[in-house]
């Protein structure tokens, strides 16, 4: 991988799991890219254990959702459409994973700088893909919540993109 794409991409996978993110979800946010459908994973995470919190261990996709959960408050009515959210996360995470294994299973110190690009391609597809499976199925959420409940997403969205380094317009 090129050197600079190889820092970001090590960068953000070590921020953010595999993806929206999340919500960007994912742990998934192990390898390039890899752990962060980006998803795959947008969410602020609630309150975490001490051992949780000083753990170097990504936080996994069950992790992400739950504290997603958590933070967007979805009550007992919005559970149906909480579900497609989890299931999104899930599956980008998945889908993440399975590249990350066909990534390591070549030798990235043998690969040319075209298969390198190549790779870079599949991951940066795959997250697209997430995202807008992700948006789909939050947007439907979303939609369904009380105006004020939306003001907490909003502002659990606005917050995760500020630690998560993204500048907002």
Known sequence: MLPIINRIVVARSSARSVAIAALLGTTLLAGPLAAQPAAIVAAAPAAQSAATATDSRPETVE???????????IT??????????????????????????????????????????????????????????????????????PDPQKKVADQVFEDSGRHNGRAHS
Do not use: C, P
């Open 63 to 73: 992790q992400r959702i739950a504290s997603l959960h958590t933070a967007l408050k």
């Open 76 to 145: 007992a009515g919005e559970e149906a459409n909480w579900t497609g959210v989890a299931q999104a996360m899930r599956d980008n995470a998945a889908a993440m994973e399975t590249l990350v294994a066909a990534r390591n299973a070549e030798k990235a110190d043998s690969m040319t700088a075209v298969q390198d690009l190549d790779a870079y391609g599949k991951f940066a597809q795959a997250h697209v893909d997430g995202l807008k499976n992700l948006t789909t199925a939050f947007t439907t959420l979303y939609n369904a919540m």
